[in-house]
């Protein structure tokens, strides 16, 4: 005969018969059972909610689906495989607008840096991992297939969100913060220079509140903010010094306005200065 309520306790928590004992020990081992029992009742509660929306899906690495994706990411990769086996002083991870630092005008398509790339970093060891149409999710699914582990970069610059105009303000920062810690995890000890959203046409309502949460990743010693959008003023309504027409992208003044911003931060994190080229 079982005594002092223990056949309740075993109905309720359907412990085998192997368990139900009059000693101590066994009482002991059974508080313990429903200890661990409970808390592994707890842990698949938190797994549901991650699952189910706590992370938002800027923060969740997916693959770019537009057609022209499968072009650009083979592009990035072969600058990638260019860089095996070769210093890498700086990675800038970003969407189109990172994309069009490095492309010549082509096709009455105009809204390109490839000038101002040459002269700022054309002679130093600068891999562009930009691809158009990204979004955060996007770069962070890049950074898990593209082979970039063995770079050693001193710097990534990241620029993203863009092209996650239907989020909300906090979880495109929140996409923007996954990039950042997962350029740290993949490159140990580098320090990272978050840029500000630029002035826009997409999603104008957005872009500050955007970059009022961004500047909160700053640390100052491994992170950094720098802050483009406050340079590139209006000009009229719906217009942006350094932007574009398609209230987008920007023109060569924009990637003008970008680099030189960016190059005292540039020397001050430890990038050998550019090779200037002989007259």
């Known amino acids: 005969m079982v005594e002092d309520g223990e056949p309740v306790l075993a109905e309720r928590l359907k412990f085998p018969n192997a368990w139900i004992s009059n000693t101590p020990q066994k009482l002991e081992q059974m508080k313990l059972m429903t200890k661990l029992m409970l808390m592994l009742a707890t842990a698949a509660v938190a797994t549901a909610a991650s699952a189910t929306g706590t992370i938002p899906r800027t923060a969740e690495p997916s693959p770019n689906t537009i057609p022209q994706a499968v072009e ?73 297939h593209m082979d970039i582990a063995g770079l050693h970069p001193k710097v990534a610059v990241v620029m993203l969100g863009m092209n996650n105009q239907n989020d909300t303000p906090e979880d495109i920062a929140r996409g923007v913060k996954a990039v950042i810690d997962k350029a740290r995890a993949i490159f140990p000890g580098v320090k990272v220079v978050v840029m500000s959203v630029t002035a826009n046409g997409r999603m104008p309502g957005k872009t500050p509140q955007i970059n009022t949460l961004l500047t909160a990743f700053a640390d100052g010693r491994d992170v950094f903010y720098v802050d483009l959008y406050s340079q590139m003023p209006s000009t009229s309504p719906n217009s942006w010094q350094g932007v574009g027409g398609d209230k987008v992208h920007l023109t060569k003044e924009g990637y003008e306005i970008w680099a030189s911003t960016l190059e005292p931060v540039l020397i001050k994190l430890g990038v050998p200065p550019a090779i200037q080229h002989s007259p």
């Open 72 to 144: 650009w990411n083979q592009q990035c990769a072969a600058r990638v495989a260019a860089f095996k086996g070769k210093p890498c002083d700086v990675i800038f991870i970003g969407d189109s607008i990172t994309q069009n630092f490095i492309d010549p005008p082509h096709g009455g398509w105009n809204l390109v840096g490839h000038d101002i790339w040459e002269k700022y970093y054309g002679r130093r060891a600068v891999l562009n991992f930009g691809v158009g149409g990204d979004s955060t999710q996007n770069a962070l699914w890049r950074m898990d």
